[in-house]
């Protein structure tokens, strides 16, 4: 899909503001609101656009653990690797996985009650025999920057400005 300057705003915008209105989009873009929310769904049909959600601040919600989690599988067969990732979404606990490239093979973020209900997920990703044969165990202490945007107009370049 080729994109023009206004589309990459609607993206840098929409990054930062999901529950922006219609109306302060297209002001914000140059368009009037109908062209600029036609725009809109067409990069939301095109996959440009996921999906909205609301940054929840766990912190005032509850009491919790962040934890990442660096993993190695049993072997690396792509049936091996199939199986863990299926898995990987039947444990709500686990907000985020990435395969990664180099020494370990997965990257988890997991969030629990404690430290404890942590433990007891893990060992029951043992128990389910998923093919984890060893992790690596951190505990985020604070946060210090969370999920920002991304960086739309460093990966386009000059042309996102």
Same mark, same amino acid.
């Given at each position: 899909?080729?994109?023009?300057?206004?589309?990459?705003?609607?993206?840098?915008?929409?990054?930062?503001?999901?529950?922006?209105?219609?109306?302060?989009?297209?002001?914000?873009?140059?368009?009037?609101? #109908? &062209?600029?929310? =036609?725009?809109?769904?067409? %990069?939301?049909?095109?996959? *440009?656009?996921?999906?909205? +959600?609301?940054?929840?601040?766990?912190?005032?919600?509850?009491?919790?653990?962040?934890?990442?989690?660096?993993?190695?599988?049993?072997?690396?067969?792509?049936?091996?690797?199939?199986?863990?990732?299926?898995?990987?979404?039947?444990?709500?606990?686990?907000?985020?996985?990435?395969?990664?490239?180099?020494?370990?093979?997965?990257?988890?973020?997991?969030? #629990? &009650?404690?430290? =404890?209900?942590?433990?007891? %997920?893990?060992?029951?990703? *043992?128990?389910?025999?998923? +093919?984890?044969?060893?992790?690596?165990?951190?505990?985020?202490?604070?946060?210090?920057?969370?999920?920002?945007?991304?960086?739309?107009?460093?990966?386009?370049?000059?042309?996102?400005?």
């Amino acid at each position: 899909m080729q994109l023009d300057d206004r589309d990459i705003r609607i993206l840098q915008v929409i990054a930062r503001e999901g529950r922006i209105t219609k109306a302060a989009l297209a002001e914000r873009i140059g368009l009037s609101p #109908t &062209p600029a929310w =036609d725009r809109l769904r067409k %990069l939301e049909k095109a996959g *440009l656009i996921e999906g909205y +959600g609301a940054r929840i601040n766990l912190r005032k919600l509850a009491p919790h653990v962040t934890v990442f989690v660096t993993a190695e599988l049993t072997d690396h067969t792509a049936a091996r690797q199939q199986a863990f990732e299926a898995a990987m979404q039947t444990y709500d606990e686990v907000v985020g996985c990435w395969a990664l490239g180099g020494g370990f093979d997965y990257l988890l973020q997991i969030v #629990t &009650p404690d430290i =404890d209900a942590y433990q007891r %997920l893990i060992d029951q990703m *043992l128990d389910d025999r998923i +093919g984890l044969s060893r992790y690596f165990t951190y505990v985020v202490t604070k946060p210090v920057k969370g999920s920002a945007p991304p960086p739309i107009e460093l990966l386009l370049g000059p042309a996102a400005s």
